[in-house]
């Protein structure tokens, strides 16, 4: 029996579409896994991309003083690294790839266990000024790096602001990378291995609605778990820690806590942070916390249970990096 012209038309259309359907569930032509459609996935971040991810990260020393909150721009940061500085103050590492607001800071001074981490991520090492040893470290480490001493309020890579005084008032300004990329002779892209990612949190663990978090007397931080959004809310001195440019509150995906020794190194109170040992930490996933051990892996912290690597829940994370004592964590 011949099969009429317009039944071969449909049967045709049929069979493309099918094999259309088919090629979007699994594998692009080039074998790439698709995640929500796309092949394309922010490393830091493991959430889909509509375009092939290349950018530089940007990692910039925010300070934490209490005179520089609120921050502008950490509500951005597809992750963030927290250690002590100097004296009981934390100070941060913020990384950005997946988004860039327009101004990021207050932009505070370097140091070398930063610094090690940013390399970690080939990342573009981003601060305001330094000890002259620090400086030193920093240009003879390799590291594609900005010191906004060298372009203090020019106004288009650093501004300083009227409402905060000096040394809390200097901000990146985002528009200027490209031009500093540029003039020193730095890619322009580059491709970033990925942290580990996958759908869902780990089955096992105890139940987390607050995890607190004490550096020091004067500083302690703390979580909230949000059951509507499955985020982390964090909190710093019993305030809602809040980004200036959009008034949101910090909210997490991925909380991971590590301990790692500290060593007091001067009298100013600067430090040596052992990032290369490993040890004990915890993960707070989805309101429950995983207890982890932590390890250096090519520069990066990374959790492990039972001698594998534990994935992270795609979004947002902040890394609290604390001293073995007497830094402390309580989960309730």
């Not at 930490?281 to 309101?287: E, F, S």
Request: with cysteine; glycine share 8%; charged share 25%.
């Amino acid at each position: 029996m011949k099969m009429k012209k317009s039944g071969i038309l449909f049967l045709f259309v049929l069979i493309v579409f099918l094999a259309a359907c088919n090629k979007g569930e699994g594998k692009t032509d080039d074998g790439r896994e698709e995640i929500d459609g796309s092949s394309y996935v922010y490393p830091l971040t493991g959430e889909s991309s509509e375009e092939p991810v290349d950018d530089r990260v940007i990692a910039v020393m925010v300070n934490n003083h209490v005179k520089a909150r609120p921050q502008s721009g950490l509500s951005k940061a597809d992750v963030v690294y927290e250690a002590l500085a100097e004296g009981p103050i934390t100070r941060f590492l913020a990384l950005y790839q997946s988004r860039l607001p327009e101004t990021i800071g207050p932009v505070r001074s370097a140091r070398p266990y930063y610094m090690e981490i940013a390399k970690g991520f080939d990342g573009i090492y981003t601060y305001h000024g330094a000890a002259a040893f620090i400086n030193q470290q920093v240009s003879n480490s390799g590291i594609d790096y900005a010191d906004g001493a060298k372009y203090d309020n020019d106004r288009m890579l650093f501004k300083r602001t009227e409402d905060r005084q000096a040394p809390h008032n200097s901000y990146l300004l985002t528009n200027g990378i490209d031009m500093l990329i540029q003039s020193k002779g730095y890619q322009m892209k580059k491709d970033i291995d990925p942290l580990p990612f996958s759908e869902g949190a780990e089955e096992e663990g105890e139940t987390a609605n607050k995890v607190t978090i004490t550096y020091a007397q004067e500083e302690i931080v703390h979580y909230e778990y949000e059951q509507k959004s499955e985020k982390y809310l964090r909190f710093s001195n019993g305030e809602p820690s809040v980004d200036q440019e959009t008034e949101d509150q910090i909210s997490l995906d991925n909380v991971f806590i590590i301990h790692a020794p500290h060593e007091i190194i001067d009298e100013e109170g600067r430090r040596n942070i052992d990032l290369s040992t490993g040890g004990k930490g915890y993960l707070l996933q989805k309101g429950r916390q995983f207890d982890v051990e932590w390890k250096n892996i090519k520069g990066r912290l990374l959790p492990y249970k039972n001698g594998h690597l534990v994935s992270f829940v795609k979004g947002q994370t902040w890394v609290n990096i604390i001293p073995e004592d007497p830094g402390t964590v309580t989960t309730e």
